[in-house]
T-cell receptor, first 111, second 113 residues
């Protein structure tokens, strides 16, 4: 059975801190790994990773995949209160169509 | 503006009543999905559809039904057989094939009392 495990489940940091969120996975047929940010409503897409060791970057956010060790990390540097959200990690299901999501990491950035 | 709309935003129903949640997209996406989210949980797949007039059960399909008569629309009916229907429901769509990025609607929060 496919499995996606995120850690920590919740995190509280001060503005300006750097955070690292983790996502480990077990899937029968790995195709890619996706990160989403959810602020109360619709999850919004951040990154899709398919190749090991290649960092994807967008402003203060970056992510990297390790296909050998079956995990990915999402880094946020110089955190701001607007980064407060639930960060979701997902991998395509064995069927190749739907996504299997982890439970998410709830991040709270305090002023 | 292209996107996915869900209505209503909030829905209240009495136990024993069926209720239908709307999901419409104008992104010309082939695939559409319904997920359920409970507090502290990730998204769990209810149903998905790859093309019109075809859909498959997800991990938690019991007590739910869907239809896909048009490419743009994928309504979800929560039936009285669903034991614990109170939840946040998210609809998503994707181009399909090997493009796994899904676009989400704003969600419907359903409360059944």
């Amino acid at each position: 059975e496919d499995k996606v495990v995120q850690s920590p489940l919740s995190l509280v940091v001060h503005e300006g801190d750097t955070v690292t969120l983790n996502c480990s996975y077990e899937v029968t047929n790995f195709r890619s790994l996706l990160w989403y940010k959810q602020e109360k409503k619709a999850p919004t897409f951040l990154f899709m990773l398919t190749s090991s060791g290649i960092e994807k970057k967008s402003g203060r956010l970056s992510s990297i995949l390790d296909k050998k060790e079956l995990f990915s990390i999402l880094n946020i540097t110089a955190t701001q209160t607007g980064d407060s959200a639930v960060y979701l990690c997902a991998v395509p299901a064995n069927s190749g169509y739907a996504l299997n999501f982890g439970k998410g990491t709830s991040l709270l950035v305090t002023p | 503006d292209g996107g996915i709309t869900q209505s209503p935003k909030y829905l209240f129903r009495k136990e024993g009543q069926n209720v239908t949640l709307s999901c419409e997209q104008n992104l010309n996406h082939d695939a559409m999905y319904w997920y359920r989210q409970d507090p502290g949980q990730g998204l769990r797949l209810i149903y998905y559809s790859q093309i019109v007039n075809d859909f498959q059960k997800g991990d938690i399909a019991e007590g739910y039904s869907v239809s896909r008569e048009k490419k743009e629309s994928f309504p979800l009916t929560v039936t009285s057989a669903q034991k614990n229907p109170t939840a946040f429901y998210l609809c998503a769509s994707s181009i399909g094939g090997t493009n796994y990025e899904q676009y989400f609607g704003p969600g419907t929060r359903l409360t059944v009392t």
